[in-house]
């Protein structure tokens, strides 16, 4: 089981990026997926999560309206695109298999690698 994540970068506030997730070793449509984010001295925020079905997709205040979660079964990719991006954002994405925090465990053992995203002028 691997994911990669990809597509960080640095953007000027106002920007847009698009994050992707390349899973392997099992179908993302097998099970719910997280998009997570660690800034530096801080705890993980779990940004977004979409269902095993890919019917049902959550975001956390911080980011609804701004962000969208999606997926690509044929490809096996889950996706992050984000919008109007705000200084606050900027921190390590992850795309974690599952659904994270479960019952408060991070389960850090099922993220990818991350890949940093910067928002600054």
């Known amino acids: 089981v691997q994911l990669v994540e990809s597509g960080g970068t640095m953007v000027q506030p106002g920007g847009s990026l698009r994050l992707s997730c390349a899973a392997s070793?099992?179908?993302?449509?097998?099970?719910?997926m997280t998009w997570v984010r660690q800034a530096p001295g801080k705890g993980p925020e779990w940004v977004s999560r979409?269902?095993?079905?890919?019917?049902?997709?959550y975001y956390a205040p911080s980011v609804r309206g701004r962000f969208t979660i999606s997926r690509n079964n044929a490809a096996n990719m889950l996706y992050l695109q984000m919008d109007n991006l705000k200084p606050e954002d900027t921190a390590r994405y992850y795309c974690?298999?599952?659904?994270?925090?479960?019952?408060?465990?991070?389960?850090?053992?099922?993220w990818g690698q991350g890949t940093q995203v910067t928002v600054s002028t």
């Open positions: 070793g099992f179908p993302v449509t097998s099970i719910g």
């Open positions: 974690a298999r599952g659904w994270v925090p479960d019952s408060g465990d991070w389960r850090r053992d099922f």
């Open positions: 979409i269902s095993t079905g890919g019917g049902k997709t």
